[in-house]
């Protein structure tokens, strides 16, 4: 049994490993979970979880794991942060519900004026609030057909945006994600993304050429005048941490502007301060007219937004748009809680810092190493792509190899990539530099073994 009775950031800080990883513990509970749950819902690593803060994850066995994940960036100002808890403490005992809808709080207010103000550009915008990424997706999307009178909606290759009918159709990867699961919304259709690793020309004329085959592709087989909005991650998260080649983004922003097509971005999993700014598009000055944010924005209590133009969220009708847990309290309070964090304790410079810590090391890993073929990524959303040495062919045997490996001496990462041949990581960005360096020496002592 673990001695410590509390998580968060007063957690020890250290790697511990004590049993085997799973330990007796959590693979007693696995059976539980193998017989009460579904197959369909997967499992990384079954360590059961007991506690977590700052950079490290503890489970029932007492090991400390450290944490290369956020639980898919969502804890980016760490688990169980005090603001975050002493808040959430506060609300909960006030009271839990009564929906927006019916009759509202202060706290949902505050959260959305804060989005209007920390979102980029200084246009007037309106917030409204939900549970999950897939959800604020979808209302997007709602919003936009609804106010351009369009129906049709561009998204690209590599791209993920989520599991209900309408996300799972804007998603790009057909396994694990749709395989089986159609008939899929229809109105949706996908271009080039500027993937600079594996353009066919080279990723100098990557930025260019991609955009100008979406632009073409849009044009030819879409008709500009159909398009209700283009929907893109500024990094493509799921689909391997890409970063479109810069000037692509901007190029399509462009685009849409000229023709009347609301520009969503997804910011769900490269926002709150990950990509070492707030938001991923100020990286080369983009103004979305919606921004989509879920994961990192309430330190892992279920909320969602949906941020856009004043012109286009007030055109939608009274009772358009809602849902009963919108929004919660609890969730609000814990967003709150989670701005407050970023700015006092300066995460995005320590997202910023981050990436400067890991993209050297592993830099010096893939010189070392033919089977990382690149490293990527900006601030704490960083990633290695592997490929059979001396080609650019995926090899996702060898990710999900060394993913074993380092969950095996308590490093916990994570897999992702349309080829699935990516290790991406993601630390909390309250991880202290010590298990951060600890965490690249096991990885880079496991690469070298592959
Ligand atoms: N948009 C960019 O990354 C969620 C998916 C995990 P939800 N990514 C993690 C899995 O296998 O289900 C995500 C995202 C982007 C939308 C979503 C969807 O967010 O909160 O999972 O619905």
Redo the contacts with the bound molecule.
Sequence with gaps: MSTVTQGGPSLPQERRVVTEIPGPKSREMFARKQAAVPPGIGTTLPVFVTHAGGGVVVDADGNSLIDFGSG?AVTNVGNAAPRVVERVQRQVADFTHTCFMITPYESYVQVAERLNEITPGDHEKRTFLLN????A?ENAVKVARHATGRQAVVVFDHG????TLL?MSLTAKNMPYKQGFGPFAPEVYRVPLAYPFRWPSGPENCAEEAAAQAIDQINKQVGAENVAAVLI?PIA??GGFIEPAKGFLPRIAEFCKANGIVFIA?E??TGFARTGDLFACEDEGLVPDIIVT??GIAGGLPL?AVTGRAEILDRIHVGGLGGTYGGNPLACEAALGVLETIEADDLVGRARHIGEVMLPRLRAIAEKNPIVGDVRGRGAMIAIELVVPGTKEPHPTAAGEIAKRCHAEGLLVLTAGTYGNVLRFLPPLVMPDHLLEEGLTILEKIVSEI
């Design positions: 898919i999950s990424g897939a959800e997706v993920y945006h989520g599991r996300t991650e998260g799921e997804d769900v999993q879920a994961k969602a």
